[in-house]
C-alpha cells in the first residue's frame, strides 16, 4: 500500500513548480523548491515551504539536470517524493531509477515506460509493434549521413530531439545542402535541453494538424484516455493555443485516435 505523500520536491523551476506547488498546497503537502544560484530570487523559490540551493558550477540549467544534487536535496529534506514538472528531467529515466532506488516516489512513469515512451526513437518502433501507423524516419542520425537520409525519406523532413519536448532541438529541413547544418544545430541544442543530443528525421507532412491525446495509466496496469486536443497554433514548435475537443476531428477519427493512444499505452 502506497504511503501518502507529506513532502514533495520540485525538480524544475518558474511557472512549471509554481503550479505543482499549487496542486500541493490544495492536497496538504508540504513543498520544496531548487534553484540555480542565477534564480535565487525567482518566483518559485519564495513560493516553496523550503527552497535548497543546488548546482556544482557551469550553466544554470546544468543544475536541473544533475539528478546527484537533486537526490541529495531530496535526502536532506526528507522528501517522498520527486515531481519532474516537463522539460529537463522529465522524461529521462535516470531520475525515475534514482528514485526508485533511493525509496523516494517518481511522480510520473517507471523507468522502464520512460525508456520506452520517454525516446521518441523507441516510442516509434513500439507504435509500430503495436500495429499503429507512422511516418517514415530514421533511428539516430549524424550531419555526417542527414543528407542520404534526406534523400530516403524526400523533402520536407523535420529534425527531432529523441529526448525531451517543448520543440527544442527540432528543425525543419527544405533542402538537401542544409541537412548537415540543420542535424548539428538540433543536436546542439536537444544536448544543452535536455542533457542527450540524440535526434531523428521523420518525414513532414505540411499543412498537417498537432493533435495529442493524453493518457493515464496506474500501478495496476490500468490504462484510460483524456481524449484529444489540438495543438496546431504554435510558434517555433511551441505551443500557443490548446483547444479542447480538437475542433476538426470527427466523431468516428476522435474514437480511433483515442483507441490508438490506449492500445500505446497497454503495449
Known amino acids: 500500500m502506497q504511503q501518502p505523500i507529506k513532502r514533495l520536491l520540485v525538480a524544475n523551476r518558474g511557472e512549471i513548480a509554481l503550479r505543482v506547488f499549487r496542486a500541493a498546497r490544495d492536497l496538504g503537502i508540504g513543498t520544496i523548491a531548487v534553484y540555480a544560484t542565477e534564480d535565487r530570487f525567482s518566483r518559485h523559490v519564495q513560493a516553496a515551504n523550503e527552497s535548497h540551493r543546488i548546482g556544482r558550477g557551469g550553466r544554470p540549467v546544468d543544475a536541473y539536470l544533475d539528478i546527484d544534487e537533486l537526490l541529495r536535496v531530496a535526502r536532506v529534506t526528507g522528501a517522498d517524493a520527486v515531481h519532474p514538472g516537463y522539460g529537463f528531467l522529465a522524461e529521462n529515466p535516470s531520475l525515475a531509477e534514482a528514485c526508485e532506488t533511493a525509496g523516494i516516489v517518481f511522480i510520473g512513469p517507471r523507468p522502464e515506460t520512460l525508456r520506452l515512451l520517454g525516446n521518441k526513437v523507441a516510442a516509434r518502433a513500439l507504435a509500430q509493434r503495436a500495429g499503429l501507423p507512422v511516418l517514415p524516419g530514421t533511428r539516430d542520425v549524424e550531419p555526417e549521413s542527414a543528407a542520404d537520409a534526406v534523400v530516403t525519406l524526400g523533402l520536407p523532413v523535420l529534425v527531432k530531439a529523441a529526448w525531451g519536448g517543448g520543440g527544442r532541438g527540432m528543425r525543419r529541413i527544405a533542402s538537401i545542402a542544409e541537412a548537415a547544418t540543420m542535424v548539428d544545430a538540433a543536436r ?24 495529442e491525446v493524453q493518457i493515464l495509466g496506474d500501478m495496476h496496469g490500468n490504462i484510460v484516455h483524456l481524449y484529444e486536443r489540438d495543438c496546431t497554433v504554435q510558434r517555433r514548435h511551441q505551443k500557443i493555443v490548446e483547444q479542447a475537443p480538437a475542433p476538426w476531428l470527427s466523431e468516428s477519427e476522435r474514437h480511433d485516435l483515442c483507441a490508438m493512444a490506449a492500445r500505446i499505452g497497454k503495449e
Request: hydrophobic residues 40%.
Open 188 to 211: 546542439r541544442e536537444a544536448h544543452a535541453a535536455f542533457g542527450n543530443g540524440e535526434v531523428y528525421l521523420e518525414k513532414l507532412l505540411s499543412g498537417a494538424r498537432h493533435v
